[in-house]
């Protein structure tokens, strides 16, 4: 069973930044993994995601240009870089893995991100 914590979650300044981190502990780490945020009373959005090599990246519209996801060299840990932030990026931010892109099969509890303005 694969489990993900993720950690790094905080309340910063608008157009400040915030590196997240997500750990995998329990299984196999050739999986694709991802980021997903929700803000109160609005529904799960996608930020960006990660193939097994880390030679592929995709990014939602709304992050695209000021995220960037990264695998770390144990392949077990991935970061979000998140850059000049806005008080719309305030949600809780929850890691994913799964065998295949879109496949999210493992989650993580979640690290709140509060920006303020």
């Known amino acids: 069973q694969v489990q993900l914590v993720e950690s790094g979650g905080e309340t910063v300044e608008a157009g400040g930044s915030l590196r997240l981190s997500c750990a995998a502990s329990g299984g196999p780490y050739s999986y694709a993994m991802a980021w997903f945020r929700q803000a109160p009373g609005k529904e799960r959005e996608f930020v960006a995601a990660i193939g097994w090599s880390s030679t592929s990246d995709e990014y939602g519209r709304p992050v695209k240009g000021r995220f960037t996801i990264s695998r770390g060299n144990a392949k077990n840990t991935i970061f979000l870089q998140m850059n000049s932030l806005k008080p719309d990026d305030t949600a809780v931010y929850y890691c994913?893995?799964?065998?295949?892109?879109?496949?999210?099969?493992?989650w993580g509890q979640g690290t709140q991100v509060t920006v303020s303005s």
């Open positions: 994913a893995a799964g065998e295949t892109r879109g496949d999210w099969t493992y």
